[in-house]
């Protein structure tokens, strides 16, 4: 079993930044791969970021040029910096880590208004 808790989300003006963090324990596998999706009202869960142990990255197009992902693998951590926010990136923030399994955290919000 894997446990993953977000932090880091809030409330923020349009053309601010957040930083997410995710912390990851339990049985963790070297190779593995840590991510973000989101998830706004009445929307399907979709993909924002992934990183891969070796460091190869995803990004969902949304997220090209504002949005990096980051890990700390001694620590198990991922991270999510999120600048030039807009109203749409509005949703719940998920971590998710797959490895064996594919595990989620419970989500933290970000609120972006106008």
């Known amino acids: 079993q894997v446990q993953l808790v977000e932090s880091g989300g809030g409330l923020v003006q349009a053309g601010g930044s957040l930083r997410l963090s995710c912390a990851a324990s339990?049985?963790?596998?070297?190779?593995?791969?840590m991510g973000w999706y989101r998830q706004a009202p009445g929307k399907q869960r979709e993909l924002v970021a992934l990183?891969?142990?070796?460091?190869?990255?995803i990004y969902a197009d949304s997220a090209k040029g504002r949005f990096t992902i980051s890990r700390d693998n001694a620590k198990n951590m991922v991270y999510l910096q999120m600048n030039s926010l807009k109203p749409e990136d509005t949703a719940v923030y998920y971590c998710?880590?797959?490895?064996?399994?594919?595990?989620w955290g419970r989500g933290t919000q970000v609120t972006v208004s106008s």
């Open positions: 998710l880590y797959y490895s064996d399994n594919q595990y």
């Open positions: 339990g049985r963790i596998f070297d190779i593995n791969t």
């Open positions: 990183m891969f142990s070796s460091g190869g990255t």
